[in-house]
């Protein structure tokens, strides 16, 4: 079974630019794995980011975007707010199964 | 949209579940549809997927044989049936909407179910 990892946390200043990756144990992670992001903060259900490596959902600000970097996903957040504090998490598609990594605590400080 | 998972709650080891998700605001049998689950304090877990026309599922290894997916399309309903929970089982368990022939975009606020004797 294939193991999908990401950064367990990772720290940014308000509008800094920091870089969140996420990979598999398979290989490198590429387009056709799908890779998606999502946002969650304390109590409150995820919400989905970024699919299919880079396209955002129509509610995504801009200052997330997704893309492949050294053969894991990654998800770049240019412009750190307050309100971007959370954990993220990523989905990789292995066929018709799906797996998801331990997820990312963000702080911005 | 709005997704809206029931049946959670507090059962004892052995027992089982069955946790519902109703749908609204949008055409429920044009999209598959998902469960994932997060234990306290940890990541998300997959769980399985159905089809819109209840063709096709598919499990995670990890509850393949003791969980059930199924949907009433009639009824815009999604289930999730649990048998023999463990203390394992403890998690939040969300539905959400699509992740196979259109993106996941839409999330329940999840039912917490609570297996401890």
């Known amino acids: 079974q294939a193991v999908v990892t990401q950064e367990p946390s990772v720290t940014v200043s308000p509008g800094g630019t920091v870089t969140l990756t996420c990979g598999s144990s398979t290989g490198p992670v590429t387009s056709n794995h799908y890779p998606y992001w999502f946002q969650q903060k304390p109590g409150q259900a995820p919400r989905t980011l970024i699919y299919?490596?880079?396209k955002r959902q129509s509610w995504t600000p801009a200052r997330f975007s997704g893309s492949l970097l050294g053969g894991k996903a990654a998800l770049t957040l240019s412009g750190a707010q307050p309100e971007d504090e959370a954990e993220y998490h990523c989905?990789?598609?292995?066929?018709?199964?799906?797996?998801f990594g331990g997820g990312t605590r963000l702080t911005v400080l | 949209v709005q997704l809206v998972e029931s049946g959670g709650g507090l059962v004892k080891p052995g027992e089982s579940l069955t946790l519902s998700c109703a749908a609204s605001?949008?055409?429920?049998?044009?999209?598959?549809m998902n469960w994932i689950r997060q234990a306290p304090g940890k990541g998300l877990e997959w769980i399985s997927y159905?089809?819109?026309?209840?063709?096709?599922?598919y499990y995670a290894d990890s509850v393949k044989g003791r969980f059930s997916i199924s949907r009433d399309n009639s009824r815009a309903s999604l289930f999730l049936r649990i048998n023999s929970l463990t203390v394992d089982d403890t998690a939040v368990y969300y539905c959400?909407?699509?992740?196979?022939?259109?993106?996941?975009?839409?999330w329940g606020q999840g039912a917490l179910v609570t297996v401890s004797s």
């Open positions: 605001g949008f055409v429920f049998y044009d999209y598959y």
């Open positions: 989905l990789v598609s292995y066929g018709s199964s799906r797996m």
């Open positions: 299919d490596t880079n």
């Open positions: 159905i089809s819109s026309d209840l063709r096709t599922t």
């Open positions: 959400a909407r699509g992740g196979v022939t259109s993106p996941f975009d839409f």
